[in-house]
């Protein structure tokens, strides 16, 4: 396979128009072929990103919540089987299109390792028989297919418990430590999904976190960074705000590195010394993510402990509300498709479903003390007439 040429994916690319996360085709003249209207709706398009190769930039005023994309994987490596030669057969079930479109993809070369080439050279040779320039040349296509991968390949599920995927177009968000989209895969759709965590403007180039965007400082995220051999930009890495928000950052983990301490049972100097104090350092840990544009499913965590230290303190409405902005955060990262989070006991719906039982039990525990204070009222108000009878005698 030829290296793909900027030249040739961009030809490539201006053949597709996209609408909410689906490829039309279009003609020669660029008119869409089946549908004239559904181009009118296309909420954003791949274009060269200024020294960022390709990326996707909005063509419309998005909303936050919107899907972008919904896409299944090209090619799943599976986490039981991590190795690259059990899928090589897959790339070869690609069509002629597919597979042009996944070489147009970008690869870091040191992705892969050098010495890989020599076992690839002898597997290729006694397995498939190549030899010669054949040979040299399926080499060169297996390396360059696995830094396609290696650069672009994503989780699916927590700890890749479905395996890495590559995705054809989310493959071109490119990254920022201040992003305004989230990607995730979706077990109950079996697919990847995008979704805008903010408002975000026509002509606003579309971004993810390729790291830790939250808890690490800008030279932590530099090393991660370095994997996909670029330096971030972004305003938290450059530029006159770079202090204030590294500022604001590393306090934001100060906090939740003491919350975490805390909900494990520590307490020392610093922590919270008590659930209300627990309370007020969460509660700011939200304030600060919003106030940086860190709206996407780093919130989902920060409104449950909140919910969590107000269950605990027996502030039940509070409780309830902080779960609701839980499930409003997940709602416009992941959309409404999560039976499977539910399922695992876990998500928004469930915590909601916990703390009404935890609400009804407090509600029962309270009706019981009032029902019990009420008894003993009456018992001690009948003592003390009573006693005034007695007393009057
Ligand atoms: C997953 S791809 C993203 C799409 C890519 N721009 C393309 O043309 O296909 C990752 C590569 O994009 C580029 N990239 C992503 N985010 C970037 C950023 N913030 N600044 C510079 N380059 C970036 C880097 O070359 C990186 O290796």
Redesign the pocket.
Known sequence: MEAHSMEKVLRDMDGIRIDSGVTTELDSAGEVENDDTSNDHALFEVRL?A?????LFALVDIPRGMRLIAEPALIILPTSEPDFKHIWKDFKKLTPHQFDQMGG??S?SHTVKSSLQGLIRHRLSTQQQYSGTALDAAVKDEMQMRAIFN??AVAMGMESLYGRGLFLLS??????CVPNVFQDYNVTLEMTTVHATRAIKEGEEL?LS?CQHVRNNHEERAEVLDF???????PACKGPEVSVREKLRRRIVELATGLAKYDLGSLDYATPSNHSKALVWGEEVLLLLREQGLEDMVLAPAYRKCSRYCVQLGQMEKAMAYARKELEVQRYCLGTETAHMEMDMEGAEFWIKHVEQMAEKDRVKIAMNQKRTRKEDKKAEKKAAKKAVKGGR
């Open positions: 990103s020294g960022k190769g390709l990326g993809l970008s870091v650069t672009n493959s071109r968000l490119n990254h920022s971004t390729y996909w051999e670029f330096k971030c930009d972004c």
